[in-house]
């Protein structure tokens, strides 16, 4: 530990606590009846975490009525932003009613937009959230092989219960996991030679998320899929991040075609949403009319989210996601030049992205474990009251909302923060 990193993050942290009394307060009630005050691990900051009153456009304003600009998008849920059309969607639900316990219109035109985006993908089917969406494309691969194993990646986050990051064991759920290095084929080609009739499925994050950004080489893809088909496995892509790549996700991008994809986040519009689907024949399984599989869910088909993907859908195409990705390509380079003096770098695709307080290359989770958690801190919290919200691990997910004055704003500040910070170094 250097004194001089120390001091400086408890002066940052003291100078949190004194500007933001309303979420203080908030967190000490809130620690009272939710464990840490927190519902959502992620968003626990020390000494506790920031309270948003209200959002509009690419701006949050806290409790404390500080504004500041939001970079993170909802960790990418919120990639439309709070875009008129997404509000729209919700008033036309309010004024038909919601709760029905039956069928709705919207659901199959979500649905369709879905597979008309995903070649591989022909149904789907949804549920609340990324997490459940992982769970039964696995489960569906367990199924339809016979077989037990799923291999994994360090550093991979399939939502809390399959999660392969430091102390996430505990709530795993308890399937036949063999977790693997990222970017590492020769690690995946020995595992299936030793092991290939075992394997129901591969899944993968085609750039490990919550992991750091580290977006997998396109060697490692295909060999994910030349393996799979080879060993009668499931390729299943976790898209839940990564769909936001080109309108066919990172599949259409890097030119590989899952078995089964799992989607999530960004299309219920910043609304609970997730999907898993794949080829009709996989999806039949699914199908009551003919004895199928039961997959329960009672906000599966909630009335707010059906009405509002298909609006989603709508916003995201080609070329709007395009120029997206191209601004959040652009924002890198500036970052990856901006960080040098101090030796950090940044890394990512398109508009998602994380800044890491160690040297370039990071191709691997091991890459980045090893760091001082608390120059991140450090950063978040000098961002923050500088007006700039991202993520304390690094991470930003540009939305539509956010333009590139808000960009040059952020680059600037960066710059001045590096200077600030070449005394730290270890
Ligand atoms: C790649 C990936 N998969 C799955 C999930 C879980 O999605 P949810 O939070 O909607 O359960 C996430 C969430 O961050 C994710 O990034």
Same mark, same amino acid.
Request: aromatic share 8%; proline share 4%.
């Given at each position: 530990?250097?004194?001089?990193? #120390?001091?400086?993050?408890?002066?940052? /942290?003291?100078?949190?606590?004194?500007?933001?009394?309303?979420?203080?307060?908030?967190?000490?009630?809130?620690?009272? /009846?939710?464990?840490?005050?927190?519902?959502?691990?992620?968003?626990?900051?020390? !000494?506790?975490?920031?309270?948003?009153?209200? =959002?509009?456009?690419?701006?949050?304003?806290? &409790?404390?009525?500080?504004?500041?600009?939001?970079?993170?998008?909802?960790?990418?849920?919120?990639?439309?932003?709070?875009? $008129?059309?997404?509000?729209?969607?919700?008033?036309?639900?309010?004024?038909?009613?919601?709760?029905?316990?039956?069928?709705?219109?919207?659901?199959?035109?979500?649905?369709?937009?879905?597979?008309? @985006?995903?070649?591989?993908?022909?149904?789907?089917?949804?549920?609340?959230?990324?997490?459940?969406?992982?769970?039964?494309?696995?489960?569906?691969?367990?199924?339809?092989?016979?077989?037990?194993?799923?291999?994994?990646?360090?550093?991979?986050?399939? #939502? #809390?219960?399959?999660?392969?990051?430091?102390?996430?064991?505990?709530?795993?759920?308890?399937?036949?996991?063999? /977790?693997? !290095?990222?970017?590492?084929?020769?690690?995946?080609?020995?595992?299936?030679?030793?092991?290939?009739?075992?394997?129901? %499925?591969?899944? &993968?994050?085609?750039?490990?998320?919550?992991?750091? %950004?580290? $977006? =997998?080489?396109?060697?490692?893809?295909?060999?994910?899929?030349?393996?799979?088909?080879?060993?009668?496995?499931?390729?299943?892509?976790?898209?839940?991040?990564?769909?936001?790549?080109? /309108?066919?996700?990172?599949?259409?991008?890097?030119?590989?075609?899952?078995?089964?994809?799992?989607?999530?986040?960004?299309?219920?519009?910043?609304?609970?949403?997730?999907?898993?689907?794949?080829?009709?024949?996989?999806?039949?399984?699914?199908? $009551?009319?003919?004895?199928?599989?039961?997959?329960?869910?009672?906000?599966?088909?909630?009335?707010?989210?059906?009405?509002?993907?298909?609006?989603?859908?709508?916003?995201?195409?080609?070329?709007?996601?395009?120029?997206?990705?191209?601004?959040?390509?652009?924002?890198?380079?500036?970052? =990856?030049? *901006?960080? +040098?003096?101090?030796?950090? %770098?940044?890394?990512?695709?398109?508009?998602?992205?994380?800044?890491?307080?160690?040297?370039?290359?990071?191709?691997?989770?091991?890459?980045? *474990?090893?760091?001082?958690?608390?120059?991140?801190?450090?950063?978040?919290?000098?961002?923050?009251?500088?007006?700039?919200?991202?993520?304390? @691990?690094?991470?930003?997910?540009?939305?539509?909302?956010?333009?590139?004055?808000?960009?040059?704003?952020? &680059?600037? +500040?960066?710059?001045?923060? +590096?200077?600030?910070?070449?005394?730290?170094?270890?």
């Amino acid at each position: 530990m250097t004194d001089a990193l #120390g001091t400086a993050l408890d002066t940052a /942290v003291q100078r949190f606590v004194t500007s933001n009394p309303v979420s203080a307060r908030l967190a000490r009630e809130a620690a009272e /009846v939710m464990p840490g005050g927190n519902t959502r691990s992620v968003l626990h900051t020390e !000494p506790f975490g920031v309270r948003i009153a209200h =959002a509009e456009g690419a701006v949050l304003t806290t &409790v404390d009525g500080a504004r500041v600009v939001d970079l993170l998008g909802d960790y990418s849920a919120g990639l439309v932003g709070r875009r $008129p059309e997404v509000a729209d969607a919700v008033r036309d639900v309010l004024d038909r009613g919601w709760s029905y316990g039956a069928m709705s219109e919207p659901e199959a035109d979500l649905a369709r937009a879905l597979v008309d @985006r995903f070649p591989s993908v022909d149904q789907v089917r949804f549920t609340n959230s990324g997490t459940e969406a992982d769970l039964m494309a696995v489960l569906t691969a367990r199924h339809v092989t016979g077989r037990d194993r799923v291999v994994v990646f360090e550093g991979a986050y399939h #939502g #809390g219960p399959m999660t392969f990051l430091p102390g996430s064991a505990p709530l795993r759920v308890p399937f036949d996991f063999t /977790v693997l !290095p990222y970017n590492d084929v020769a690690a995946v080609e020995a595992e299936f030679s030793e092991a290939g009739e075992k394997i129901a %499925c591969v899944l &993968v994050e085609p750039m490990l998320g919550a992991g750091g %950004c580290i $977006p =997998a080489s396109a060697e490692f893809l295909a060999a994910l899929r030349r393996l799979t088909r080879d060993h009668g496995a499931l390729l299943v892509l976790d898209e839940v991040m990564t769909s936001r790549l080109a /309108v066919g996700g990172a599949q259409e991008a890097y030119g590989v075609r899952a078995d089964l994809t799992v989607l999530g986040k960004y299309f219920g519009g910043g609304l609970s949403f997730g999907a898993f689907g794949g080829s009709r024949e996989l999806m039949a399984a699914y199908d $009551p009319a003919r004895g199928g599989l039961t997959h329960g869910g009672t906000f599966n088909n909630n009335a707010f989210t059906m009405a509002v993907g298909p609006a989603v859908t709508r916003l995201l195409d080609a070329e709007t996601l395009a120029l997206l990705n191209r601004r959040g390509d652009r924002l890198r380079e500036r970052l =990856a030049e *901006a960080l +040098v003096p101090i030796g950090w %770098c940044v890394t990512g695709i398109g508009s998602m992205m994380t800044i890491h307080p160690t040297p370039a290359p990071v191709t691997r989770w091991s890459d980045i *474990a090893g760091v001082d958690v608390r120059r991140r801190r450090l950063l978040f919290h000098d961002l923050l009251a500088r007006g700039y919200y991202i993520a304390e @691990r690094g991470y930003l997910a540009l939305s539509l909302s956010v333009t590139e004055d808000h960009l040059d704003g952020f &680059v600037g +500040v960066t710059q001045a923060l +590096v200077g600030e910070y070449a005394d730290l170094a270890t």
